[in-house]
């Protein structure tokens, strides 16, 4: 049974720094694609950042430069640093790994940037 596991969100003010994390279990990290994905309120969830199984990173525009995903594949699991946060990357986060059985989704953790 896949498990994803998110947490690290939070208030951070404009301008500062959360770091997400991922904790999987009933899937190998380091052999799937994961990705982080968001959603604001009226909006459609969107994808932020995907970690291939080779280690190749994409990101949104809207994000580039300043968001950083990465995996620990000893601990399983998938971070995503999150810097310079605008008041726009208020979303709900979500986990996403693309498995041979299909997508498999966390519960979500509400990041708001404000001051």
């Known amino acids: 049974q896949v498990q994803l596991v998110e947490s690290g969100g939070g208030l951070v003010q404009p301008g500062g720094s959360l770091r997400l994390s991922c904790a999987a279990s009933?899937?190998?990290?380091?052999?799937?694609?994961m990705g982080w994905f968001r959603q604001a309120p009226g909006k459609e969830r969107e994808l932020v950042a995907r970690i291939t199984s080779g280690g190749s990173t994409n990101y949104a525009t809207t994000v580039k430069g300043r968001f950083t995903i990465s995996r620990d594949n000893a601990k399983n699991t998938v971070f995503l640093q999150m810097n310079s946060m605008k008041p726009e990357d208020t979303a709900v986060y979500y986990c996403?790994?693309?498995?041979?059985?299909?997508?498999?989704w966390g519960q979500g953790t509400q990041v708001t940037v404000s001051s």
């Open positions: 996403h790994a693309e498995t041979w059985s299909g997508s498999r």
């Open positions: 009933g899937i190998i990290i380091n052999i799937i694609p």
